[in-house]
């Protein structure tokens, strides 16, 4: 039994805050964007966070995302929907590494989590805050994994799903969705246009949009990997994070996560420096830090094997590129063959199947090790949001018939 979802536990939530303006929103009522149509994000007592836990507590309850519950919205275990939201591994490469002489890499391998993506972190948090409210049918616009994870979980809390997909979305992501029980549609458009109609069918439908930071939870869940990297790191963050950056709600979660976790003095002010790693043929975020921009505009014409990066256009821009900028950080953009090239060598040298968008990561940590960006000795960490299984792969045409004499000595050792 998993104490983490039997335990009622003291929360801490005091109130959202309107992510532009600084304007109060009551905490425990559904919420989307803020008057001035943007994120909200939700805030904490810290101190009294500060006072009920330890580092020590922490680590003796079960590992996984619910051991963070203080820092977590959902106030009632009843309304807690888990499908084991494990604590994913930081995997070290090293063989894939060998040539290019770079420092520590490690690999957060997020695609061990349920539906197979991080996605999982972020929709677990929703549809637990959504059974809270008493919400009965939720939408969103999705690449495809952010859908898969939506639909797991509100099936699992009777909940009805819809999800718009753009109409090239991997077909193992339509497939999973409609599965576990979401109405899934291809769209002729971009994630952007997909959310477009979320928006627009909301009042005849009911339906409640859980789009990225349109709705605030999803990145209180996203924000649960910045602090079990704080904890598998020992409370010393890294030098740097490569995060394949979409809507982004990763990488601003884990900037959120670092300052709570100084705020209640589990870690100093040290901070890894935040890369926004994006696909050449859709790099909104790296255009716009480029440029000097406060905000980012969109993206024409976006293409890239890594759907789930492909994001023409998103709401939590300026706080992406906040993040980025306060940290010292960069954006960078790595062209598809980069990507494949990427996936590849880690697969073949260190036996790790990433996506696409994992590979990003690591094309952007060679390019950025090459110009310098990042020094050997520094230890980086690249996230590998999803599974590579959820992918396509290369075909094999390799085969033995035998019904006839095999020449064995001639069988190479890999194509
Ligand atoms: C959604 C997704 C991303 C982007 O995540 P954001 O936090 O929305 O920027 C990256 N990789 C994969 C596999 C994804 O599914």
């Not at 009294?48 to 275990?77: C, F």
């Not at 989590?113 to 677990?124: I, M, Y």
């Not at 520094?378 to 019904?403: I, Q, W």
């Amino acid at each position: 039994m998993n104490t983490n979802l039997t335990t009622e536990r003291p929360t801490f939530v005091t109130h959202l805050e309107c992510s532009w303006t600084g304007e109060i929103y009551e905490a425990d009522q559904p919420h989307n964007l803020s008057r001035a149509g943007k994120p909200l994000l939700v805030r904490y007592d810290l101190d009294g966070v500060r006072a009920a836990l330890s580092k020590e507590t922490v680590a003796a309850r079960p590992n996984d995302l619910w051991r963070w519950r203080e820092l977590l919205p959902v106030r009632r275990v009843a309304d807690i929907i888990s499908l084991g939201e494990v604590a994913t591994p930081l995997i070290p490469l090293t063989r894939s590494l060998q040539d290019l002489g770079g420092g520590e890499v490690l690999v957060k391998d997020e695609g061990r989590l349920p539906t197979g993506s991080f996605k999982a972190r972020g929709l677990v948090m929703a549809v637990s805050m959504a059974k809270a409210f008493g919400l009965k049918h939720l939408a969103m616009p999705s690449n495809g994994n952010a859908g898969a994870a939506l639909a797991a979980y509100a099936s699992r809390a009777g909940i009805r799903a819809t999800v718009c997909c753009p109409e090239d979305t991997p077909e193992i992501n339509l497939s999973e969705i409609a599965l576990q029980g979401g109405a899934v549609y291809r769209v002729n458009g971009l994630i952007d246009d997909c959310g477009k109609l979320v928006g627009q069918g909301r009042e005849v439908t009911g339906w409640f949009d859980v789009s990225t930071l349109k709705e605030p939870y999803r990145i209180e869940g996203k924000k649960t990997m910045g602090l079990e990297l704080a904890e598998q790191l020992g409370w010393e963050l890294p030098d740097v994070i490569f995060y394949p950056t979409g809507g982004g709600t990763g990488l601003i979660g884990m900037w959120k996560a670092f300052a709570e976790l100084e705020a209640i003095g589990f870690i100093g002010s040290k901070r890894p420096r935040m890369v926004a790693v994006q696909a050449a043929g859709c790099a909104p975020m790296v255009r716009a830090f480029e440029a000097g921009d406060e905000a980012a505009i969109r993206w024409e014409g976006a293409h890239t094997i890594a759907s789930g990066i492909r994001v023409p256009q998103a709401v939590g821009d300026f706080l992406i590129l906040r993040a980025v900028r306060d940290s010292g950080g960069f954006a960078i953009a790595v062209s598809d063959e980069a990507i494949m090239a990427a996936v590849e060598s880690v697969a073949r040298a260190d036996g790790l199947l990433l996506c696409p968008e994992g590979g990003a990561t690591m094309a952007a940590y060679k390019q950025a090790l090459a110009d310098g960006r990042v020094r050997k000795d520094e230890r980086a960490v690249l996230f590998n949001c999803a599974t590579g299984l959820k992918y396509p792969m290369p075909p094999v045409h390799a085969s033995l018939d035998r019904t006839k004499p095999i020449n064995f000595a001639g069988l190479s050792e890999a194509d």
